[in-house]
């Protein structure tokens, strides 16, 4: 089973931490982020359509009808992660891309494939790597790509130029120890529409190592929108320090806040001022169990008006 099947209860979670108290998220949408797709691939090449067989083959385990796959003969023009080679095969499901694979096949398109091995014995001996790539496609490739995507820095990538650059500083990248677990970093509805779609709730996938933390301590501080302090914060979740902790216990004071409103069943506004990067870091410091007071982290506000035309408890609209 693929990540995104895992995280996709959690995505749906996150819905009420962007749009606010009482709000209750439909659809989600998760994206990858350059440095998760490379970082989770054995292999990165820039590679053209040679070759297309198609094949049909059952669903292990299942009754349902066998399932139509392709194995895709690429001419690589670059390899960006992974040993060099001239020519690779590669096993993907079809579902509806048939035709998509047929035009680029056609046209000679060069498109960027993030690969792992099949499971031992399994041939071909590549696939795509489909915990990885959006829509389960390589990615088309041009002086303007189709599909943007995002860096883990959420800087978006729209040109085939920043995104090979982008994947070859992911690949040089080293990390100690096994590979990274990935971290689903929120992001509003607006920022993810900059990739050509989005949800009501939204995540890119990033790699939860030390390029993390980096981000995490910068975005944290202030100077940085709300959203994206409160990310960072709970970024840090991960990586318990004295420098962290010190950093935490300095947001206890923060001042930034937000506005967030909720109708009970008599129709009133109910609204208060939540200190969010206050809440955010003083939530991280209770999960590593250090000892600090509890601040102010939310302050009632005046109701609103009532929808049906009539006064607040307060006895007046304000």
Same mark, same amino acid.
Do not use: H, T
């Given at each position: 089973m693929t990540w995104w099947y895992r995280l996709w209860p959690a995505i749906l979670l996150l819905g009420p931490? !962007?749009?606010g108290r009482g709000a209750s998220a439909q659809v989600g949408h998760t994206a990858a982020s350059v440095e998760w797709m490379t970082s989770s691939s054995d292999r990165v090449v820039r590679a053209s359509i040679q070759e297309l067989s198609l094949s049909e083959a059952p669903t292990a385990g299942s009754d349902l009808p066998a399932r139509r796959h392709a194995a895709v003969t690429l001419r690589v023009l670059e390899t960006l992660k992974g040993e060099r080679a001239e020519r690779l095969t590669v096993a993907m499901p079809l579902h509806d891309s048939e035709p998509r694979l047929r035009e680029w096949q056609g046209r000679g398109t060069v498109l960027l494939w993030f690969l792992v091995r099949s499971e031992r014995g399994a041939q071909p001996e590549w696939r795509l790597n489909e915990g990885?790539?959006?829509? &389960? !496609?390589? %990615?088309? %490739?041009g002086r303007r790509v189709p599909r943007p995507v995002f860096s883990m820095d959420l800087r978006l990538l729209d040109t085939e130029a920043r995104i090979l650059a982008a994947v070859r500083a992911a690949a040089r990248h080293r990390t100690d120890g096994p590979a990274p677990d990935y971290h689903p970093l929120p992001?509003?509805? #607006?920022?993810m529409q900059r990739t050509g779609r989005a949800g009501d709730a939204n995540a890119v996938i990033v790699p939860a190592d030390a390029r993390l933390e980096r981000l995490g301590r910068r975005w944290s501080r202030p100077g940085h929108e709300l959203w994206l302090r409160q990310a960072g914060i709970e970024a840090l979740r991960r990586f318990k320090? /004295?420098?962290?902790?010190a950093l935490l216990k300095g947001l !206890?004071? #923060?001042g930034a806040s937000s506005v967030h409103s909720t109708y009970g069943p008599d129709l009133v506004e109910y609204r208060e001022?939540?200190? #969010?990067?206050?809440q955010a870091a003083y939530r991280v410091l209770q999960a590593w169990e &250090?000892? &600090? /007071?509890e601040p102010v982290l939310r302050v009632r506000l005046p109701d609103g008006p009532n929808l049906a035309g009539s006064s607040g408890p307060s006895g007046r609209n304000e």
């Open positions: 931490v !962007l749009c990885a790539v959006p829509g &389960v !496609l390589p %990615l088309e %490739l992001v509003p509805r #607006d920022v320090s /004295a420098a962290n902790i !206890l004071r #923060d001022r939540v200190f #969010d990067a206050r &250090v000892p &600090v /007071a």
